[in-house]
């Protein structure tokens, strides 16, 4: 893909937290359309990178930009607004409420009361629960909860939606509904970047792959040379 196709990008990004080196001089590009996964060792700095992105951190140092425009300094709501969306993998979903309520909040932060029910109705569509009628949270299963989070996440209409392990906790057909699900939303036009740990997941649904190491980048390309990639497997096994 051409330069002005990346919506994502990264540059010699950094962050320490007192003397521990999370994200080191990582570079990173996201292209437009993509459906790529950060994978990595624990403790490789994923999720930092994620919080970096979104701008829950601050950088220490290195530049993020987002659609071509220098984001750094922008705080996290403002991103949001500008088309950045994150499901992380703590749950963020009001149990006491029902699936349409907690919808609702979401799209209440972008959408007039007016549209609101329609709104409501689309998200739900998005991630394939209308047929569950209106339970409350806490009687839905793991796997409904976490897609219930991702309609919030696009409540937004992000253009580059980020999952914290999607797939987390959940049995083999949750999985396989969450890969379809991550794989509709892309084909629909939506750029995904999300981390995992299944590698069985991850070449079920990626394209690109990026592996994070110790903060830094450790090796990236397409699903089948990662998979194939002697070092990456030596770190998967502990070696490196
Ligand atoms: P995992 O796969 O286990 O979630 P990860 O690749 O997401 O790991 P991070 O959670 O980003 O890794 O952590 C990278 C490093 O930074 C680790 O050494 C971690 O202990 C440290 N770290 C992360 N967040 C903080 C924080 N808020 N304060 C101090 N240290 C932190």
């Known amino acids: 893909m051409s330069e002005n196709e990346t919506i994502l990008e990264l540059v010699k990004v950094s962050k320490q937290f007192g003397g521990i080196q999370a994200v080191e001089n990582f570079d990173f590009k996201v ?5 790529h996964c950060l994978i990595g060792p624990n403790g490789a700095g994923k999720t930092t990178v994620f919080k970096l992105i979104t701008g829950l951190y601050p950088v220490s140092s290195g530049r993020v930009k987002f659609k071509g425009r220098d984001i750094t300094g922008m705080s996290a ?11 992380m993998q703590v749950p963020g979903v009001f149990e006491d409420l029902t699936l ?5 909040i979401a799209a209440g932060n972008y959408v007039g009361a007016a549209s609101l029910d329609e709104e409501t109705e689309r998200l739900i569509k998005m991630v394939k629960l209308d047929s ?3 339970p409350p949270v806490r ?14 996440a696009l409540a937004s209409n992000p253009e580059l939606l980020l999952l914290d392990e999607p797939a987390a906790g959940m049995g083999p057909e949750e999985t396989a509904f969450t890969a ?12 995904i970047l999300f981390i995992d740990h299944d590698m069985d997941f991850v070449r079920s649904i990626a394209k690109e792959v990026t592996v994070m190491h110790y903060g830094k980048k450790f090796a ?3 699903v089948d040379e990662i998979s194939n ?3 990456v497997k030596q770190i998967y096994l502990g070696n490196v």
């Open 31 to 35: 292209e437009k359309g993509a459906l």
């Open 77 to 87: 709501s403002k991103r949001a607004r500008n088309g950045l969306s994150i499901k």
């Open 220 to 222: 990236e390309g397409t």
């Open 229 to 231: 990639h002697a070092g």
């Open 139 to 152: 009687n839905m299963s793991h796997g409904q909860q976490q897609w219930l989070e991702i309609a919030m």
């Open 100 to 104: 349409r309520e907690n919808i609702r």
């Open 180 to 191: 379809e699900l991550v794989k509709e939303l892309n084909a629909q036009g939506l750029t």
């Open 132 to 134: 569950l009628g209106n």
